[in-house]
């Protein structure tokens, strides 16, 4: 089994900066798309920014200027680097990568996009 646990949210002023961290563990046989959503209070979940194997990023226009992901193909880890931060950011962090994984220990191999708990970010005004 795969899963993503992510940390790093917290509480920070306007203006502060914050990195979440979202690490892939268990059976991970490769990892192809890399990304962070958020949810606040009342909304859909939306975009913040996707990386793949490679490299190659694209950020919400919201928080272009701003945020950075990066990723770490070694640690199966993804980062998101968010500098000054807006009231209009709190929300509810997720990850979700695109992996290669197996059924069972020595199972069949299949591919699949799973999703992290999610951490909790609320920037003060």
């Known amino acids: 089994q795969v899963q993503l646990v992510e940390s790093g949210g917290g509480l920070v002023e306007t203006g502060g900066s914050l990195r979440l961290t979202c690490a892939a563990s268990g059976t991970v046989l490769s990892i192809f798309d890399m990304g962070w959503y958020r949810q606040a209070p009342g909304k859909q979940r939306e975009f913040v920014a996707a990386?793949?194997?490679?490299?190659?990023?694209n950020q919400a226009d919201s928080v272009k200027g701003r945020f950075t992901i990066s990723r770490d193909n070694a640690k199966n880890t993804v980062y998101l680097q968010m500098d000054n931060l807006k009231p209009e950011d709190t929300a509810v962090y997720y990850c979700?990568?695109?992996?290669?994984?197996?059924?069972?220990?020595?199972?069949?191999?299949?591919?699949?996009?799973?999703w992290g708990q999610g951490t909790q970010v609320t920037v003060s005004s």
């Open positions: 990386i793949n194997r490679g490299g190659s990023a």
């Open positions: 979700n990568a695109d992996v290669l994984t197996t059924t069972q220990p020595g199972g069949v191999v299949i591919r699949k996009v799973i």
